[in-house]
């Protein structure tokens, strides 16, 4: 899953390194089109749906930070 995100990842930004990166949304490198870019794939790919409650910075400053939010929204299910 991990990897498939990163994918995602670099389609939006290539030049970022995702793996190392913690301040996705603190340092401005996803905006808020790309958050709905994100989540809309993040739905395509990992049959999650990420409500607006989850929309928020932490949940989205890193990689790890995303992976483990998809993570909690499989296990709901």
């Known amino acids: 899953m991990y ?5 995602i990842l670099r389609d939006l930004h290539p ?6 990166e913690e301040g996705l949304i603190d340092n ?10 994100l ?6 790919n990992f049959d999650v749906t990420i409500s607006a409650e989850h929309i928020v910075p ?3 400053n ?3 930070a995303i992976c483990a ?9």
């Open 15 to 20: 030049d970022i390194d995702f793996e190392k």
């Open 3 to 7: 990897e498939d995100l990163l994918e």
């Open 28 to 37: 401005g490198i996803l905006d808020s089109f790309d958050i709905v870019t």
């Open 58 to 60: 932490e949940n989205f």
């Open 39 to 44: 989540i809309s794939e993040i739905g395509e």
């Open 62 to 64: 890193s990689a790890k």
């Open 69 to 77: 939010l998809i993570e909690k929204l499989e296990n709901e299910d």
